[in-house]
């Protein structure tokens, strides 16, 4: 209960990275306005069609051939113990009660359970590229500008509640 409260407090502040002013006909400046230059569901909505697409969108060009990378490597991976754990699966149902088949049916659960820990690893990859689009079009408009007076690097983050 209390790692839902905490996670509920986290989630319900809105951060905003950097203002841009608004000034009338004399110059005096009137209001303040965030205006976001890249939409954060857009980019979660393209990565979830094709991921990586995602990444290209918030200019993130070297994340997308990292994203895919990873995922061609994890496919490669559980195609190759889906191939070794039917393999296996086969030996055993041939022979269930010859002298090799327990040996068969530690491979194919062992293969079996790789097979599982890479659909696990490839979901999991999944789910991170959508949140690193989501949180990659949020800092976009984020800029870390130096101080003149002092010439130290301030940043512009403004918190509601």
């Known amino acids: 209960m209390k790692y839902i409260l905490i996670i509920y407090i986290l989630f319900s502040f809105t951060i905003f990275a950097q203002d841009s002013t608004l ?14 230059h890249k939409s954060p569901w857009g980019a979660v909505l393209r990565s979830a069609i094709i991921p990586g697409w995602g990444q290209i969108y918030n200019e993130s060009y070297i994340k997308a051939p990292v994203i895919w990378g990873i995922s061609a ?9 889906n191939k070794d754990y039917k393999h296996y699966k086969n030996l055993y ?13 530690s491979l194919r659960n062992f293969y079996r359970d790789q ?18 689009a989501y949180v990659d079009a949020h800092l976009f408009d984020f800029s870390v500008e130096e101080n003149k007076l002092t ?3 301030m940043l512009n983050i403004k918190i509601r509640l």
């Open 73 to 81: 490597w994890l496919v490669y991976n559980w195609l190759g113990n």
């Open 115 to 132: 097979r599982d820990l890479f659909t696990i690893y490839l979901s999991l990859t999944y789910v991170l590229n959508l949140v690193d």
């Open 93 to 105: 149902l041939q022979d269930p009660t010859g002298r090799l088949a327990k040996n068969y049916q």
């Open 23 to 36: 000034t009338n006909d004399t110059g005096n400046v009137n209001d303040t306005v965030f205006v976001m």
């Open 151 to 153: 010439s130290t690097p």
